[in-house]
């Protein structure tokens, strides 16, 4: 049974940092295409960053501020996310497919979800 359990979310005020992680058990971590999405309030859910092999996806929104990552040892992935807007205010998802993705940032892609961890960003 594939289980994502995502961790790290917290409130924080604007300019501020969190990484949030994604533990995985019951798949084989390093064989799996993974990602990071977002939904806020009223909005629909949306690609933040993903990683596949090692290549590396990000929203526009993101680049330059938010870094994914993977610990295969540790079946555990990453998502540093400094210079923290309020827009970046959400649920975070992880995401997972057994294999590789063509389009990164696509939910539909995806076929194993966590349970979310919120993030609030303060102005």
């Known amino acids: 049974q594939v289980l994502l359990l995502e961790s790290g979310g917290g409130s924080v005020q604007a300019g501020g940092s969190l990484r949030l992680s994604c533990s995985g058990s019951g798949f084989t971590f390093n064989t799996y295409s993974m990602a990071w999405f977002r939904q806020a309030p009223g909005k629909e859910r949306e690609g933040v960053a993903a990683?596949?092999?090692?290549?590396?996806t990000y929203a526009d929104s993101v680049k330059g501020r938010f870094t994914i990552s993977k610990d295969n040892a540790k079946e555990t992935l990453y998502l540093q996310m400094n210079s923290l807007k309020p827009e970046d205010t959400g649920m975070y998802y992880c995401a997972a497919y057994p294999g590789e993705v063509f389009t990164p940032l696509a939910d539909w892609e995806y076929n194993y979800w966590g349970q979310g961890t919120q993030v609030t960003v303060s102005s």
């Open positions: 990683i596949i092999d090692d290549a590396v």
